[in-house]
Structures are given as C-alpha cells and as structure tokens.
C-alpha cells in the first residue's frame, strides 16, 4: 500500500491547468468559505492503514491522537518506539484514552525489529531532528512509506541520503509541512496563482519568535545544531517551504548573516542576574529570572519529561543563557529563485511579539499579509494572549488602484487551523481532493532544509551558497501552475504626476 502523494514534485500531475484552477477559484470567490479548509469525515475504510510512529515526545501525541481516535475507523497503530523507556510507555498507555489497542513498544536499537514484526504501511518519524534520516532511510528500505515531521533532515548529507532512498525504493516520503494548510496561507496561496498582482519579483517575509516560544528552543534539545540544524533549518524550513510552495520556485542561491547576541551569559548579566546557571531545576536565582520554566510544576511538560529523565538524562529546562549553546537567535537571509524573484527573510528569536509579516511584490501589484500569532497585554498581571481581533489581515493593493482588505478565513485547531486537515491529507488512503496541492514530497522537504543548510554554511564562510553544489537529485516543483512571467502585462491606470 502506498501513500497517496499529490504533491508537487515526483508525483503525476491531477488535471488542473492554470486557466480551470483560476476559473474554479473565481467561481468560489476571493474570500473562500471556511468550510473549503476543514477536514472532510472520511468513510470507513475496508482494510485500516498501518502506521507505527518513532519518538513519543511532544509532538507525536497529535500524530497518535489522529491515528487512534479522529480516523480510528481507517488507520491503526501497531508499533510504538523511542528510545526513552518511560515516555515510551506514557504513549503506549495513553492508547486506553483513545479506546485503542494497546500497541507494542520498541526500544531506539529495535527499530527493524519493530517494522519487521508490526509490518506497518507507514512510519510516522516523530524523534529529534538529527535522527530523521537515519529512521526514513530504513522505513524506505524496508518497503515502508514514511511521513516524517519537519525539518526532513538537518544538514546536505542527510538529505541526500533521502533522496537517494525515495529513488532507489520508489517509496513515498511525505513532510508534515502543516503551515501551508492553514486557511490564510492557502489563501496567499490562492490569490497568488490567480494572478492577482501579476508575477512575484521579490518577496519581504519577517518571522518574529517572542521570549516564550521563542525562548524555549534555547532550552532544549534544540539548542545545538547537532541536534536540530540551528533554527535556519529546524524552524525556518516551515518559512521556506511556504515561500517555495506560495511561488512554485526553486531555491538557486543563498546569501546570509546569523548571530546570537540575546540568549547569552552576558544578557544574563546584563538583566541583574549573577551568572547563566546549568538549569531551571534547582537553580540559586529562579526567583529572579522572568524566563525560568516550571517543569515539574507544568502537568503536561512533567507528564512528558521531568518524570523520565532518570531514563535518559535529558532535561528540557536548560538555562536558556548558557554559553555552550551555539544556535543563532538573529538571522537574515536573502535567496534568489529560478524565477528571477528575490527573497528578503528574517527570524528574530527574542521579539516583543510573535507571528510574521509578508508582502509579496508583483507586476499588477503588491499584496500584503500580516498574522499577529500573540502579544502581550497591559495591566497588573500581564499576560500572553493569542490571536486577538484582527490579528490577521491581507490587502491586496494594485499599481497605482487603491488599496483593498480581502477577508481572512480562519480554521479550528493547532497552528492556525493547518494540524487538522494536513492530518487528514496525511493519514487517509484517499484524502479529500485539494485544489491547492498542499501534499509536500521530499522533494519539498529538501529544498526548503536546503536554503537553511546554505544559509548556515554562509553564517560561517560570509560568501553565497548554491544550492545545486550541495545535493544532487532536486527536480522542479511542479505544483499549482502560477503567473506566466513573459506574458502581457494590463498598462496601469494613469494616475497623474506630481512632480
Ligand atoms: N510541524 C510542527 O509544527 C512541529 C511542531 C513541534 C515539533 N515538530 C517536530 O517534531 C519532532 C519532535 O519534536 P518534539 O517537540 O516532539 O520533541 P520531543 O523532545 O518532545 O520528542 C522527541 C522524542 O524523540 C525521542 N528520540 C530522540 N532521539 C531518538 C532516537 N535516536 N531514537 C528514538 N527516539 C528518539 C525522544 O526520547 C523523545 O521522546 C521534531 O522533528 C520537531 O521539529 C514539528
């Protein structure tokens, strides 16, 4: 059995030329209905899709409540594995709450064993980012389609070795990119391939990380780029996926600076404490520092970790100015596309407020996006709220016409409304049909770990990266057919001079 892939770059193409999706889409109209973008009820299915997922932290808990209760009538779980013995088994009990089966669990070393024994269709690679590839490879070999979590994997090498091994099985790889799925990015998405400001020359795209989300990949496994590629690849590749999935582009060449200069021994110095320590567990000045975390005083994170690193030894509470962290907190980048358009990016880990702004620059026009994920509020117990009233906003401003507000749909569920219904995408044999070709492949997966791998090389060298001189094997995306860029152009509207 093999994954559905309708993705953009290996698989063959559904019939949607640019014309119908443009006609069907206009049709629709501009402001999509909300319901377009929610997770159709799926049938029962004859024979239940076989799924066993690696790395029963945090984010698996998502992948596992999908198999075992939202489409328990189409796929099961038959194999669990990680390599902390204690989280592994706080999954394999938590089945009961979903009224499943409790499945099998494996320890790291038995991996081939598991696939052996449970003879699973799919593995789910839920584990650090560092191990996906090793975890896709041997799914592959062993005649297994993979969805794998973000980043597909965290230096060139690694992704190499993936593209080599979806070539040599013929298997299927699917990235769990769910930020394309949330509504007001399908929409961009939309708006884009209608043609509404003509073809994309440049792109400005600002991604700001505030000092409790983006605080916390300085405490954890993150925080080494052994582990996770740096923020350039473990978080940016989402931003980079959009970009190259929102233009239908190719990465070819990338330019960039990095430094860390907030999560450091001397800002803690500089905000009144005495030193870094090692962690928030035990530490002499917790009562002084606004970034300390409760571990064992928050349920779910002592659930999932203060009760099991007696097993392993990794504590998820790192002190987040400890020296020894060599992960970028400020990072810029610019990358040029096949297509000749431009993009200007940036991702900030300590901002004031979390979310993004992204314009696109177009030959009919300029649309403008903004999402306003959280803030913080006045009064006396100040407090981080997300999304408040019109956290989200797109303008679509034609050349010289005047500005207009397009409404926003919005979805229910984790990361703006994307979790749900890329999770049916990814876990039904046969998803609801997507005119947006939303399915990201390996393909995707590497190119957009790609520009994060060059922009680390550059962070180091100070010279451009070219991205077809660090893997071999990248095909052209192929998804959603978007603005001829050597057509006419409509001559804009004369606006009179003033001089
Ligand atoms: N798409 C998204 O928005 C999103 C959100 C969160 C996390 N993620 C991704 O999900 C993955 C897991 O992140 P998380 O937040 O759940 O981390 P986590 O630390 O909570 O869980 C990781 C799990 O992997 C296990 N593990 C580590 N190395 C292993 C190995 N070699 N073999 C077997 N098990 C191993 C750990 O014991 C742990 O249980 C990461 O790749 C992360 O980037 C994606």
């Known amino acids: 059995m093999s994954l559905p892939d309708r993705s953009a770059a290996s698989a063959p193409q559904p019939a949607v030329d640019r014309r119908t999706f443009v006609k069907t889409v206009a049709v629709a109209g501009l402001g999509i209905a909300a319901g377009a973008f929610a ?57 009961t709450q979903f009224g499943a089966a409790i499945p099998p669990g494996y320890a790291a070393e038995e991996f081939d064993r598991m696939l052996r024994e449970t003879r699973p269709d799919v593995v789910i690679v839920t584990t ?35 593209l080599d091994a979806t070539a040599r099985t013929g298997r299927r790889c699917r990235v769990a990119f769910n930020y394309r799925y949330a509504p007001p990015r399908t929409q961009l998405k939309e708006l884009l ?35 996770s590629g740096g923020l350039m690849i473990h978080k940016a590749t989402h931003h980079f996926d959009l970009v190259n999935w929102w233009l239908g582009a190719q990465p070819e060449e990338v330019w960039a600076v990095g430094k860390r200069e907030f999560y450091t021994p001397a ?22 520092c606004t970034f300390a ?14 009760d099991h690193e007696r097993h392993d030894g990794y504590h998820r509470d790192r002190c987040v100015f400890r020296p020894d962290i060599d992960i970028e907190d400020t990072m ?39 999402d306003i994920e959280s803030v913080y509020e006045a009064g006396p117990d100040p407090r981080r709220v997300e999304r408040g009233p019109g956290s989200i906003s797109t ?23 994307g979790d749900p219904v890329l999770l049916a995408d990814l876990l039904l044999e046969t998803p609801p049909a997507d005119p947006w070709l939303r399915a990201s492949n390996e393909q995707a997966g590497a190119a957009s770990c790609l520009i994060g791998a060059a922009a680390n090389r550059s962070f180091r060298s100070g ?11 990248l095909r052209q995306p192929t998804g959603l057919p978007m603005p001829d860029r050597r057509g006419a152009l409509p001559m804009p509207p004369a606006a009179g001079w003033v001089p």
């Not at 990016?345 to 996006?369: C, D, M, P, Q």
């Open 193 to 227: 391939a209608q043609g509404a400001i003509g073809d994309v020359l440049s792109v400005d795209f600002h991604w700001m990380l505030d000092t409790h989300h983006g605080a916390d990949y300085f405490r954890r496994w993150h925080s080494h780029k052994a582990n």
């Open 332 to 370: 810029n980048v610019i990358v040029k596309y096949d297509t000749g358009a431009t993009l200007s990016y940036s991702l900030n880990a300590f901002n004031a407020w979390e979310g993004y702004t992204i314009v696109f620059n177009g030959t009919k026009g300029r649309l403008e996006h903004r």
């Open 39 to 95: 997770a159709a009820p799926a049938e029962p299915a004859a024979r239940r899709r076989r799924f066993a997922l690696v790395g029963t932290g945090s984010r698996a808990e998502m992948f596992l409540e999908a198999v075992q209760r939202t489409f328990a009538a189409q796929c099961e779980l038959v194999g669990l594995c990680d390599r902390n013995p204690g989280r592994l088994e706080g999954a394999r009990q938590r089945s």
């Open 293 to 306: 975390l409760d571990l064992a005083g928050a349920p779910r994170l002592k659930r999932l970790y203060a």
């Open 395 to 417: 303008r679509l401003i034609p050349l010289r016409g005047p500005a207009r507000d397009i409404p926003v749909p919005t979805g229910e569920g984790g990361h703006g409304g």
């Open 463 to 473: 010279q451009s990266v070219k991205i077809a001189e660090l893997v071999t094997g």
């Open 267 to 288: 800002t803690a110095r500089r905000l009144g404490l005495q030193s870094h320590h090692e962690r928030c567990t035990g530490c002499p000045e917790v009562a002084a």
């Open 128 to 162: 650090v980012d560092a191990t996906h590839d090793d975890y896709i490879v041997r799914a592959l070999d062993a005649g297994c389609d993979v969805i794998t979590e973000k980043p597909m994997a965290t230096t060139p090498e690694k992704i190499q070795r993936i």
